[in-house]
T-cell receptor
Framework: SQQGEEDPQALSIQEGENATMNCSYK?????LQWYRQNSGRGLVHLIL?????REKHSGRLRVTLDTSKKSSSLLITASRAADTASYFC???????????FGKGNQVVVIP | AAGVIQSPRHLIKEKRETATLKCYPI?????VYWYQQGPGQDPQFLIS???????DKGSIPDRFSAQQFSDYHSELNMSSLELGDSALYFC??????????????FGPGTRLTVT
């Protein structure tokens, strides 16, 4: 099965700094989505990047996708305490919309 | 904007009991998905429905069944509950195109505790 996998990071940063996390996957994808989850709560959709896109921005978020390396990165600029959460990437394949999630990255932003 | 609604938000059941989880997708979304997230785990796909027909099936136990109704709401039925079924159960909805796929929006989840 397809699997989005983040590098096993637990980031602890100061408010105002940038946070970068990475995700790798194993097979061809149609798109890759990033989600945020606050401790045991719902998954909040952040951004979707399609396989023919290389970079996408949304507010303080910047996502890159390198299909040749089967990897993606999520950059959060000017982090805030409210950005403290787990971040998941999830991939879907062509003709199959189920999401394959990787292990979440825990980000702690210290005020 | 309307979001995905799930009920109940919390559910406590005993072993061997049954549970029914409900999901109301975002209006005009044609696809509903169910995911299970165990403690400290990443979400795992269970099953999905497109236009009220089962469209995909993942690692869903035979004890579980699901359906989507004419008003597009979906229910996940879980029988003979086991301790290992304790988890967060998410419903998500999306539009689905022929060549494109769209964002999946998740509900707040139902936290099931089996004792």
């Amino acid at each position: 099965s397809q699997q989005g996998e983040e590098d096993p990071q637990a980031l602890s940063i100061q408010e105002g700094e940038n946070a970068t996390m990475n995700c790798s996957y194993k097979t061809s994808i149609n798109n890759l989505q990033w989600y945020r989850q606050n401790s045991g709560r719902g998954l909040v959709h952040l951004i979707l990047i399609r396989s023919n896109e290389r970079e996408k921005h949304s507010g303080r978020l910047r996502v890159t996708l390198d299909t040749s390396k089967k990897s993606s990165s999520l950059l959060i600029t000017a982090s805030r305490a409210a950005d403290t959460a787990s971040y998941f990437c999830a991939t879907s394949a062509y003709g199959n919309n189920r999401l394959a999630f990787g292990k979440g990255n825990q980000v702690v932003v210290i005020p | 904007a309307a979001g995905v609604i799930q009920s109940p938000r919390h559910l406590i059941k005993e072993k061997r009991e049954t549970a029914t989880l409900k999901c109301y997708p975002i209006p005009r979304h044609d696809t509903v998905y169910w995911y299970q997230q165990g403690p400290g785990q990443d979400p795992q796909f269970l099953i999905s429905f497109y236009e009220k027909m089962q469209s995909d099936k993942g690692s869903i136990p035979d004890r579980f069944s699901a359906q989507q109704f004419s008003d597009y709401h979906s229910e996940l039925n879980m029988s003979s509950l086991e301790l290992g079924d304790s988890a967060l159960y998410f419903c998500a909805s999306s539009l689905t195109g022929t060549f494109l796929s769209y964002e999946q929006y998740f509900g707040p989840g139902t936290r099931l505790t089996v004792t």
